[in-house]
């Protein structure tokens, strides 16, 4: 009878397979080369300079920074930044005030205050200063001038951030036309996402919402699994075929 042969159907199969591997590993290159174009455009690379903000970054560690206007800057954003009055290179602090805000340290708990909200800052993880438990080494008070920034270091023993400059113009703070681009993850050693603090989420204008690395770094990561998968098939299934053949032999 004129019935479809094994090895017509084996070969149908194997068209198929081989046109599924082919749109796999077309479709895997569209989004691993599209990931890359894609954080290009959004990200710039820079390398930490200092300890100032450890731990969350530490020297030497290569971060990718959103690159952002500095109007968009929200309160606990990392950002990087360069200003001519302070080293007129490239630098990267936390910002813990806007234009309007008086901050302050420390309160009855020893904590940041921004406007007299007190603000936590699980990020610091004391490193002994007050016994471990004040936000600061020392204590100040500055009112930061519209369109500006007051900018902390994570390292508050150390870090030499807007306190240095209290008594320069603007007590210490930047314009926000400084800030280049605001820090989202850490990925040399991998240190994954750098998060929003939800310590002054509360307060008037949030906190920013979290940048492209995450979908960016899936869809690097998604497309060469495609490219490998789909590459793997034709020696796979030439390997398979030759094993099926043995055995009806």
Same mark, same amino acid.
């Given at each position: 009878?004129? $019935?479809?042969?094994?090895?017509?159907?084996?070969?149908?199969?194997?068209?198929?397979?081989?046109?599924?591997?082919? +749109?796999?590993?077309? &479709?895997?290159?569209?989004?691993? +080369?599209? @990931?890359? &174009?894609?954080?290009?455009?959004?990200?710039? #690379?820079?390398? &930490?300079?200092?300890?100032?903000?450890?731990?969350?970054?530490?020297?030497? =560690?290569?971060?990718?920074?959103?690159?952002?206007?500095?109007? =968009?800057?929200?309160?606990?954003?990392?950002?990087?930044?360069?200003?001519?009055?302070?080293?007129?290179? /490239?630098?990267?602090?936390?910002?813990?005030?806007?234009?309007?805000?008086?901050?302050?340290?420390?309160?009855? =708990?020893?904590?940041?205050?921004?406007?007299?909200?007190?603000?936590?800052?699980?990020?610091?993880?004391?490193?002994?200063?007050?016994?471990?438990?004040?936000?600061? /080494?020392?204590?100040?008070?500055?009112?930061?001038?519209?369109?500006?920034?007051?900018?902390?270091? =994570?390292?508050? *023993?150390?870090?030499?951030?807007?306190?240095?400059?209290?008594?320069? #113009?603007?007590? @210490?703070? &930047? #314009? %926000?036309?400084?800030?280049? @681009?605001?820090?989202?993850?850490?990925?040399?050693?991998?240190?994954?996402?750098?998060?929003?603090?939800?310590?002054?989420?509360? !307060? /008037?204008?949030?906190?920013?919402? /979290? @940048?492209?690395?995450?979908?960016?770094?899936?869809?690097?990561?998604? $497309?060469?699994? !495609?490219?490998? *998968?789909?590459?793997?098939?034709?020696?796979?299934?030439?390997?398979?075929? %030759?094993?099926?053949?043995?055995?009806?032999?």
């Amino acid at each position: 009878m004129g $019935g479809t042969t094994r090895t017509e159907r084996t070969d149908g199969h194997g068209r198929l397979g081989s046109a599924l591997s082919g +749109l796999a590993v077309a &479709v895997g290159c569209l989004l691993f +080369l599209g @990931g890359f &174009v894609w954080g290009a455009l959004v990200y710039q #690379p820079y390398t &930490v300079p200092t300890d100032s903000m450890t731990p969350t970054v530490m020297s030497g =560690d290569r971060v990718l920074a959103q690159r952002i206007d500095g109007a =968009d800057v929200r309160r606990g954003d990392v950002v990087v930044f360069t200003d001519t009055d302070w080293a007129n290179a /490239p630098m990267i602090k936390r910002v813990v005030g806007i234009g309007g805000d008086t901050i302050a340290c420390c309160d009855a =708990d020893g904590r940041l205050t921004v406007n007299g909200t007190p603000v936590e800052e699980p990020y610091l993880r004391h490193q002994g200063w007050g016994g471990g438990k004040t936000a600061s /080494p020392t204590g100040f008070s500055a009112t930061v001038p519209d369109g500006h920034l007051f900018l902390l270091g =994570d390292q508050r *023993g150390s870090s030499q951030d807007s306190r240095v400059h209290l008594k320069e #113009p603007g007590q @210490g703070s &930047v #314009p %926000r036309s400084t800030v280049t @681009g605001r820090v989202d993850a850490v990925v040399w050693p991998f240190g994954g996402l750098v998060d929003r603090p939800q310590g002054f989420a509360a !307060l /008037p204008g949030g906190i920013s919402r /979290p @940048g492209p690395a995450e979908p960016l770094a899936w869809a690097v990561a998604g $497309g060469a699994a !495609l490219i490998l *998968g789909g590459a793997a098939y034709g020696p796979l299934a030439k390997l398979l075929g %030759r094993s099926r053949a043995r055995r009806r032999t």
